[in-house]
């Protein structure tokens, strides 16, 4: 019997992942071939990669308190490196979906049209969004494999913009600049004839309002 290492192991639960993505692109192109939407099928192409995701999220919740944070065990960084993985191939996974949203409504929105259904914008969409979801798939494929390959030895720059002091900048960035809503922004949005209910202020906002005064 062949002994497979724990790396090995890890190496081949990401080449499985990458494979799923891999179907999902492929029967993707195999859509975007049809002459008309196929909104069946489409659905169980979504479906399928939220099952995905739902896997690749429950590959993220390990306890890192397990792991100690500077070991230098192959192993234990090829744990690491795999986790990471996982949490990047669900942020491409997820990225995929919503560039595919568009496709699900511009095929409602065909058959729905009383015009020429080569004519109609929202057929035009439909073909649009696919490649566009099937870019971020192959992305997220590649990225997979070559992380699989890497899980000892040097990190892969590509994990590292995942994983590195940018990423959590760029985390902490995003965090930060979160505001409260506006009423005329929020009046604009909503459209006339709606009351809109205005965020209060945060407790620091409302301190620097006073220290102003």
Known sequence: MTYTTP???QSQWLLGAANNLHAFSEELFRLYTYRDPQPARLSAVLEGMTQVQETLLANTTDEFDTIPPDTTKPEDIAWRRCTAAYA????LNAKALLRLQPAVVSATLTRLATGPAYASPHRLAYFKSLPAGQEVLDEAVWKLREIADHLTGPEPELLKAFTGD????AVRSAAVRVKPAEPDTAHKAAGPGVVVVAAPPTRAASARAGARR
Do not use: V
């Not at 990047?88 to 942020?91: E, I």
């Open 7 to 9: 790396i090995e192991t």
């Open 88 to 91: 990047y191939a669900g942020l």
């Open 166 to 169: 940018a990423a959590f900048r």
